[in-house]
Each structure stands twice: as structure tokens, then as C-alpha cells.
């Protein structure tokens, strides 16, 4: 199985920028789609963002479009998450996620990381 680490959380006061982290063992990290889910304090764990296996195409969440990116480097295993003008309710335990197909529901991942913390207050 694929294992994902992620990294880069950690406190910042709102308006602030973080730049998440998943770095993906395996021989295949390229042939996945690749997503960040979040899951705040009494909260479903709900979709953030998704890339494609190329990087062409990109979806995210209406709640943080135009604030956050993903991007990946393949060569890397790495995913990343650059959050930007974070806002308390973006306060959440954030998981990066692998599946052979991708989509904004959890259940089309097969693979996720352990979480990394954001916090974002003043």
C-alpha cells in the first residue's frame, strides 16, 4: 500500500500562509489522483482540493477557491497545499489523500496520510 506523511502545520494568526506537505512512498505515486480533505472540530471530514495525475487539472472546495493551491511533483512523490489568507473556520486537521480515481468524496481514495494540524487565531 501507498503511505502518505504529511507535514507543514502548525499555528497562524488569520491572514496568515502555510504550505502543506505529502510526500507518497510507493513506485506509482504518479498514476494517482491526489487530494486534500480537512476535518475541523465536530465536522465531517469534507473535501478541500484535488489535482490530477499530470497536474492539468485542479478543483478545490468553493470555501477556499482563490486562497489555497495544490500543486505535485511527481518526481518528488510530493503534493503540496499552499493555503494563503487563512481564516479561523480553516482550522482543522488536514489529510492528503491517493486514488486511481479521484473525485471530491472521500470513499474514491484508497490511501491517506495521519494529518498535519492547522490552527489559524489570533
Known amino acids: 500500500q501507498a503511505q ?5 502545520g502548525g499555528s ?10 505529502c510526500i507518497a512512498s510507493g513506485r506509482t505515486f504518479s498514476t494517482y489522483m491526489m ?7 465536530g465536522k465531517e471530514r469534507e ?5 490530477s495525475q ?6 478545490y472546495a468553493r470555501s477556499v477557491t482563490g486562497r489555497f493551491t495544490i500543486s505535485r511533483d511527481n518526481a518528488q512523490n510530493t503534493v503540496y497545499l499552499q493555503m494563503h489568507s487563512l481564516k479561523p473556520e480553516d482550522t482543522a486537521v488536514y489529510y492528503c489523500a491517493a486514488g ?4 471530491v468524496a472521500r470513499d474514491l481514495y484508497d490511501y491517506w496520510g495521519q494529518g498535519t494540524q492547522v490552527t489559524v487565531s489570533s
Open 4 to 8: 502518505l506523511v504529511e507535514s507543514g
Open 47 to 51: 473535501f478541500v482540493a484535488v489535482i
Open 54 to 59: 499530470s497536474g492539468g487539472m485542479r478543483q
Open 35 to 41: 487530494a486534500w480533505f480537512r476535518q475541523g472540530p
Open 12 to 21: 497562524v494568526q488569520p491572514g496568515g500562509s502555510l504550505r502543506l506537505s
Open 100 to 103: 486511481l480515481k479521484g473525485g
